[in-house]
T-cell receptor, first 113, second 115 residues
């Protein structure tokens, strides 16, 4: 069954600290993996999109990694800011006929002053 | 990146009434738009895929007669929740595929509350 699991479910850190969010998936065949940031009451905003051959991709203070062999991805946030408080969602696109997006439940991050 | 808007951003209605939500791609033409629903503390759930000029494709378990989708132009898709009930209260999000980037961009969402 195609699934995307994220950990931790929620996380609280102090402003300025770094953190790493995890994503494990069982989606096959694999097309690409995305990380989205969703602020409360808003639509998701794309942070990174990674294909099979990409191991690392950065977008400002966000760095995503992908290990296609172990089917794991991580999102590292450096020097966190209060505005980073949001839900971070890992999404994997299935490369099969339907090319569906398989959504994780997200990690809720709270950055406290 | 491309911009997708939704209107209204929130709506409160009485049970039994119908509500229309608009999704617009502001600076690109979208041949395909998607409608999602998100309940509290849950992830987005795809409801239907809307292609311009043709009937929408609904996901299993989504009632096509209850959630009417119209994609009459390359920049506008509408979702009408007919005879809304309290259990339809949710956060509805649309997305549109920008062919230039071959990527989905999401709208800001519409919060529907049915009393």
């Amino acid at each position: 069954k195609n699934q995307v699991e994220q950990s931790p479910q929620s996380l609280i850190i102090l402003e300025g600290k770094n953190c790493t969010l995890q994503c494990n998936y069982t989606v096959s065949p694999f097309s690409n993996l995305r990380w989205y940031k969703q602020d409360t009451g808003r639509g998701p905003v794309s942070l990174t999109i990674m294909t099979f051959s990409e191991n690392t991709k950065s977008n400002g203070r966000y760095t995503a990694t992908l290990d296609a062999d172990t089917k794991q991805s991580s999102l590292h946030i450096t020097a966190s800011q209060l505005s980073d408080s949001a839900s971070y969602i890992c999404v994997v696109r299935n490369a099969g006929n339907n090319r569906k997006l398989i959504w994780g439940l997200g990690t809720s991050l709270a950055v406290n002053p | 990146g491309a911009v997708v808007s939704q209107h209204p951003s929130w709506v409160i209605c009485k049970s039994g009434t119908s509500v229309k939500i608009e999704c617009r791609s502001l600076d690109f033409q979208a041949t395909t738009m998607f409608w999602y629903r998100q309940f509290p503390k849950q992830s987005l759930m795809l409801m239907a895929t809307s292609n311009e000029g043709s009937k929408a494709t609904y996901e299993q378990g989504v009632e096509k007669d209850k959630f009417l989708i119209n994609h009459a132009s390359l920049t506008l898709s509408t979702l009408t929740v007919t005879s809304a009930h309290p259990e339809d209260s949710s956060f509805y999000i649309c997305s549109a595929t920008d062919p230039l980037y071959n990527e989905q961009f999401f709208g800001p969402g519409t919060r529907l509350t049915v009393l």
